[in-house]
């Protein structure tokens, strides 16, 4: 009789071993998680390089950074965390547009649109960025072009673009 009662002693002890790990490991999970959340939601996520990272998974799909700006973000190409700068699907919206449509952008996140050269400043001016151009010919043929380093300069620099790194098949044209 004593050792059965000694049996269920070890077994609740065992029990509650278990449950304190558990614990324990929930209690980590929940301090990740709500450090990544103040991330979100404080919008200290420049890019979305930063929303993959503080994301157990990232989709496809327009996600809110800096500036409350609504961007695309490719999370799937290349190991994801691509801010689209450009986007074209079906060429519904017209990109012959003025200096300041290009300097504020234009266009919406969730289609077509261009992400304005005031904030591509922004983002170039931030952090170290890498740049991946993807393109595709009417008859469905693909190439793209990535460089290790872009930046694009203020309106005064009439947004000057520098690039260096270039990897790909698509060529390098850039003159530098």
Known sequence: MVMKKLEEVDKISDLIYKTQTEQCLLKQEMKSFTSKADTLLNNTVTDCADILNNCTRGK???YTIIDSKAVFCDMTTDNGGWTVVQ???NGSV??????TEY?????FA??????GNDMLHRLTSLKTQELRVDMERFNGEK??????RFSVGDETSKYKL???GY???AGNYTVQ
């Open 60 to 62: 496809d799909g327009v």
């Open 87 to 89: 986007r074209r699907v």
């Open 94 to 99: 017209d990109f012959y547009r003025n200096w």
């Open 103 to 107: 300097k504020n952008g234009f266009g």
């Open 110 to 115: 969730d289609h077509e649109y261009w992400i």
């Open 143 to 148: 190439a793209y072009a990535v460089y290790s």
């Open 162 to 164: 520098a690039v260096q």
């Open 167 to 169: 990897s790909g098949n």
